[in-house]
């Protein structure tokens, strides 16, 4: 009791992967499927090591976190286009005090965490994950739902009818070409994201629902990139950075859950699915294993809030002058 076991180290490499994953890791690196062109000005590669507070100040300065709105082209001169928000979710919703980021992680089974993230003014989670025979673990409370265009779209998740996504406000997103502008990306997305969109919107046109400007991802992975010192695969980041970032602009305090694992480190890959994989955890297609060292790096809360809650703090953005 109270004693501290392993957790997150954050100088994780693909070389202490397993065999298996390292070659996935290693085929998604080579890829290259989004036209990645990147000149690192790495100081990681330099020798100089970002601290935790240098990398906070260089998200809150290099990743300007925004959604479409019906004023951008190509949506200003499309049909559908007022379907969008006028305003980007920074000016609709918080600021929020306190909030809880829920990473889906099959960790978070048996957790007993589910009162205490309720006990946060906002909470986030990710695609298909439920409360409902959960609570306990994960709580009730849902104020905003990040999804990805392939839930969107695929059948099994039943986007369009089920009630899992009708709490709180949705946010989507779909990975762009690297250097794709709106239109480009309008024309090419990974999944119909725009055809889901306005599809959910006209069965529910009371909830706020979102698109993520993919401009956010690109932005992100070149934090992540410059600040390895090994390539990483060259794919968006996850949705849990995505919607880890989205709520340090929201709040002036973010909790991550089960993003670094506890001491409930498991292969269950989602706590509510019978799935195991350890690719889930260290990542496969997403740079998965980087975000958690650059999160391992930010975290402002004791090693031990990591082990025993699977919980890391983060400062909001507005908190801190770089
Ligand atoms: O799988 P999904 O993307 O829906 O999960 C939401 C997020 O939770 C992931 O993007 C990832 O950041 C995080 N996650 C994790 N470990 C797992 C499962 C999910 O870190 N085993």
Redesign the pocket.
């Known amino acids: 009791h109270g004693k501290l076991g392993e957790v997150w180290n954050e100088d994780m490499s693909s070389a202490m992967l397993g065999k298996r994953l390292r070659k996935v890791v290693q085929n998604y690196q080579a890829m290259n499927k989004y036209g990645v062109q990147f000149q690192g000005t790495s100081r990681t590669r330099s020798g100089h090591k970002l601290s935790g507070p240098e990398l906070l100040c260089q998200l809150k300065e290099r990743v300007v976190v925004t959604t479409l709105t019906s004023d951008l082209k190509p949506f200003s001169g499309l049909p559908w286009g007022p379907q969008l928000p006028p305003r980007p979710l920074t000016s609709d919703l918080g600021p929020f005090k306190s909030c809880a980021v829920v990473?889906?992680?099959?960790?978070l089974r048996n957790s007993g965490l589910g009162r205490e993230i309720d006990s946060h003014d906002a909470v986030l989670r990710?695609?298909?994950?439920p409360t409902g025979g959960f609570e306990k673990d994960v709580g009730t409370k849902t104020t905003l739902r990040l999804i990805?265009s392939q839930v969107m779209a695929s059948d099994d998740h039943r986007f369009l009818s089920s009630s899992l996504y009708s709490a709180g406000s949705l946010v989507a997103w779909d990975p762009a070409p690297y250097s794709a502008d709106l239109t480009e990306w309008y024309n090419r997305t990974d999944y119909p994201i725009f055809q889901q969109y306005q599809r959910y919107r006209r069965l529910h046109p009371q909830q706020r629902f979102y698109i993520l400007h993919p401009r956010v991802e690109w932005q992100l992975w070149d934090r992540i990139q410059d600040n390895m010192a090994e390539a990483i695969q060259r794919n968006p980041p996850?949705?849990?950075?995505l919607g880890t970032i989205l709520m340090m602009s929201l709040c002036e305090v973010v909790h991550l859950y089960?993003?670094l694992p506890s001491h409930r480190k498991t292969e269950l890959?989602?706590y509510y699915q019978r799935f195991y994989d350890a690719a889930?955890?260290l990542g496969a297609y997403?740079p998965?294993l980087y975000?958690?060292n650059l999160v391992k790096r930010m975290n402002q809360g004791p090693d031990l809030d990591i082990y025993t809650h699977g919980r890391v703090t983060l400062p909001g953005f507005s908190t801190f002058n770089c």
């Open positions: 990473s889906s992680a099959g960790s990710f695609n298909a994950a990805n996850s949705s849990g950075l089960e993003f890959c989602h889930c955890t997403h998965l975000e958690k």
